[in-house]
């Protein structure tokens, strides 16, 4: 039972246990987590869960969790560790289900006030041409031939085929697709399940928000991502669907079959593994990267729609939508760094958090390349959401950040506790307008099941993960169920 004396303070914002806690942990466990948020940490099994990613074979440094953190399925939502290619593994529980959850916010040249009349017609008109709710498709299904293409192209096939402009990839993470991707990787069962739901934004915490421009923290860093205060956004928040779901499932059994075979014995069987450059390994690793490509197009086709709806209702009026930047959640990428003397090669894994690489840094755009990257932070339904930038204080996180609020109240718990007609009558009350198939997705998804996001971002800011740049406020907001 881990207790708040198990826990070093390093400083306001980071605290570790040590190594010596357990005698399996290979490395300390550490939590970006203000105090307050240590202390209501013991509520579920999140922390437990930050000390068993430590006994992974191949772990450098630590076992890390952001402050949104909350128990998820191996790994914590927000828990991040980084194994040494060469003896380490990689495990699907510290990916996730929904492979490369992960957002993307487009902009325009528009102030609130010329978006306010439209509103209610715009966010009607998102919903009509975006499909969304639990297992909700597109009517057009893709030949299996298509759909590969897609795993092995990502975003950028869908650019050749005409949905959208070159610009939107430059600014996207690996530039909307990952090479190892092999679809001869992914079952049968995962690519009939993602055949109609490429364009499609899903349920839970999935959302498509018309933003505005709250406030400007830093205004430099603004002016190079083209943000300004009251301007208008799109905020879009969805993943790989059931495609992504059906390859995790699929090789979390796959790696609870093998284990033994590589003699690899873990405190608990979610965090299922084998190693990076075994077959087994190998394979889930190009099949996670169809995933990520499978993510990626999706938010391009979205966001294709979107601009579709944005100039049925503004016409002439209507500015272009820019993309600012799309940033994945869920991901094990194959990265570098310098540990010492040496330059090691290592898989990152991050589950619930987001890549944050600082100024210089050669993978992001060349136009944030003074700034650092752009990190996009969520918050919960009608409440806030920001915009960050990478630091290079970070890399002791593998430059990462929080990927949201992190949830503090389960599904079954806000049904049970909120009132969903109430509470889309408090949120008119405060101007936002709510676009949602179902009363049970409101209440799934209220701001009281959430921790405090300006809290957490704070947390996030003042440990240096990632400095703030601007805050959005949600005008309407599209969900699923």
Known sequence: MIQKKDFKKINDYLWEIPKSFRSDMRVPARAYVSEKMLETAFKDRSLEQLV????????????????????????PIGGVAAMDTKNGVISPGGVGYDINCG??????????NDIQ?????????????????????????????????????????????GYGEKKDIENCEEN????KADPLAVSS?????????????????????????????????????????????????????GFGHQIATDYIKVMMGTMQKYNIRLPDRELAACPFNSP???????????????AWAN??????????????????????????????????????????????????????ATRAFPPEHPEIPEIYRKVGQPVLIPGSMGTASYVLAGTE????????????????????????????????????????????????????????????????????????????VARLVPLAVVKGE
């Open 52 to 75: 068993n990613i430590a006994t992974l074979p191949g772990i450098v440094n630590w076992s890390m969790a952001m402050p949104d953190m909350h128990e998820g399925y191996g790994f």
């Open 103 to 112: 957002m993307r916010l487009l902009k325009s040249d528009h102030r609130s």
């Open 117 to 161: 009349p439209y509103l209610d017609k715009l966010a009607t008109e998102i919903q009509k041409e975006v499909p969304s709710g639990l297992g909700r498709g597109r009517k057009a299904k893709l030949d299996i031939n298509s759909l590969d293409k897609i795993l092995e192209g990502g975003a950028q096939r869908l650019i050749e085929q």
């Open 176 to 179: 909307g697709r990952l090479e």
């Open 189 to 241: 069962h995962a690519k009939n399940r993602g055949r109609d739901q490429v364009g499609t934004l899903g349920s839970g915490n999935h959302f498509l928000e018309v933003q505005k421009v709250d406030t400007i923290f830093d205004e430099k860093t603004a002016e190079a991502f083209g943000l300004f205060q009251d301007q208008v956004v799109i905020m879009i928040h969805t993943g790989s669907r």
């Open 280 to 294: 087994e390994g190998q394979r889930y690793f190009t099949a996670m990267s169809c995933g990520a490509n499978y």
């Open 299 to 352: 938010r391009q086709m979205i966001g294709h729609y979107v601009r579709k709806a944005w100039r049925n209702v503004l016409g002439e009026k209507a500015s272009s939508l820019t993309v600012l930047y799309d940033v994945a959640h869920n991901l094990a990428k194959v990265e570098k760094y310098q540990i010492g003397e040496k330059e090691i090669e290592v898989v990152v894994h991050r589950k619930g």
């Open 393 to 468: 204080q970070s890399k002791e996180a593998w430059y990462t950040a929080c990927h949201g609020a992190g949830r503090t109240m389960s599904r079954r718990e806000a049904m049970r506790t909120v009132n969903s007609q109430q509470l889309i009558k408090e949120l008119k009350d405060k101007g936002i307008l709510i676009k949602c198939w179902s009363l049970r997705g409101i209440a799934e998804e209220a701001p009281i099941a959430y921790k405090d996001i300006d809290a957490v971002v704070e947390v996030v800011h003042e440990a240096g993960l990632s400095k703030k």
